[in-house]
């Protein structure tokens, strides 16, 4: 497990963006794993200037992300489909076929899961999967209670983590969609690197997945179980961690 902390979100944002960036120029058809919500916008936006300024091929790079709202038109602005064409697909050179986002108006919802599965499968496997954390120590929309050999399913969000969404949803939880087609933590723990981005008052929450015992209360603790995660954490993120990391 490394552990970068750094000051900024925007220094957060630039040293996340370079480890995707390395990665991406040494293997054409890399195949990224998204996260969506506040934390990985100044990642997306880093990548987005590498691609202008510094010429980050996004051509053959095949995406899915880890998660949808069930049931939010595809053209909400909030849906995690657009939120990923305006952050980051409409900014870059990337095929918009080669991206993957679950969706959440799917007619067989159980069927769409399985598919989406098989499609990650069929491209050999994430290769980095970008990944947030929830006050409660969700991944994905992994929630508390999840199994921890979970596969990407349709899940019912908390209380907690619709009154955290809120935010994007004109501060009024009852548009706060109540369900979410989500990657499975054992889906997330086949990606070959996790990298965690986690930034203000996500430090109780880092502190549970990196040093508490691993646990389904815990979704992120199943970090632990993985043999190359990244953390790089800002405002404060790391500071109730207590062993030493290297960075
Ligand atoms: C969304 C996702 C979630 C978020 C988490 C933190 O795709 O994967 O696990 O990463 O809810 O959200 P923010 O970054 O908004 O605090």
Redesign the pocket.
Known sequence: MRVIKVGTSEEMGAVAAQIIAERMRAKPHFVLG????????TTYAELARLHAEAALDFSTTITF???EYVALPIEHPES?RSFMNTRLFDKVNINKANTHVPDGNAEDVDAHCLEYELWIEDVGGIDLQV?????NG?????EPGSSLASRTSKVKLTQG?RE??A??FENDINKVPTHAI?MGIGTILEAETLLM???K??ADAIAAALEGPVTAKCPASALQLHPDVICVLCEGAGDKLTLEYQP
């Open positions: 998204l996260a969506t919500g506040g934390t990985p916008e992300n880890l998660d995690y990944l947030g954390i929830g006050h969700h991944i994905g929309f992994a983590t955290a969404n935010r994007f989500s981005l986690a930034g008052g996500k």
